[in-house]
């Protein structure tokens, strides 16, 4: 039985059409009552692949692909848009102005959730707060999806790539969060909950620009190395 869950998050998006999203975050109970055992979406080699399609729609042609991966306490879709087909095209750019933007100073806010299919392949039940949660321990993934809505835990765009920085505002930013760690150096009790929460939020938002440089930088290694041996097999045939 195929079933879905919504609320991916967005990290990255190039001009390429190349992507990186949260579909989510393992430790984490979703509000269908589930959470993730480690290797959960791993496959048996570390990582799945499934494609990209519109609102679940099985009967298009797929937007694209996508590579299912964890990492820490998240699991991880590198997707490749074809740019080359127009429903590629179309969702690349309804993506882009999305995000387009959205750089931290709240002028801005993406709108744009996403999903997942999949099918159970092995799941178990603990204890939680007195409450019985599903824990999924191996999942098909079959296709991410962007919807119009999603019912995720802590959906939202966290960085992206090829949208609006300008140098003003990351400067402005850097100058703040300077500015803030030195009045919490100074006294740190002064601190609130809400305040504590914010830096943990800003925390896990600068640990994903890293995952995402660190995802790309890994997807650049493999092609080179992809090319380099097609390579030296045609110079070997010839």
Request: proline share 2%; hydrophobic share 40%; aromatic share 6%.
């Amino acid at each position: 039985m195929k079933k879905f869950k919504n609320g991916i998050a967005l990290k990255a998006l190039d001009d390429e059409g190349h992507g990186l999203a949260r579909i989510a975050t393992l430790s984490a109970v979703d509000h269908d009552g589930d959470t993730y055992a480690k290797g959960a979406f791993g496959g048996e080699s570390g990582e799945q692949w499934a494609a990209v399609l519109a609102a679940h729609n099985w009967g298009t042609v797929p937007l694209g692909k996508a590579r299912v991966f964890e990492s820490g306490d998240e699991a991880l879709a590198e997707f490749h848009l074809n740019l080359n087909s127009a429903a590629g095209k179309e969702w690349h750019s309804a993506l882009k102005f999305d995000l387009d933007g959205c750089d931290g100073t709240g002028s801005h806010q993406p709108v744009q959730e996403w999903s997942y299919g999949f099918r159970v392949l092995d799941a178990g039940y603990e204890e939680r707060e007195g409450e019985r949660i599903r824990v999924l321990k191996k999942l098909k993934v079959f296709e991410i999806s962007p919807v119009v809505q999603g019912a995720g835990i802590n959906t939202g765009t966290l960085v992206m790539k090829g949208a609006t920085l300008k140098d003003e505002h990351f400067e402005r930013l850097t100058g703040d969060i300077a500015e803030m760690l030195t009045s919490i150096r100074a006294d740190p009790t002064a601190l609130s909950a809400a305040g504590l929460k914010q830096i943990a939020s800003l925390h896990d938002g600068m640990r994903s620009v890293l995952d995402a440089a660190e995802a790309e930088e890994a997807s650049a290694r493999r092609l080179m190395a992809g090319q380099a041996f097609r390579a030296a097999r045609r110079h070997l045939q010839v």
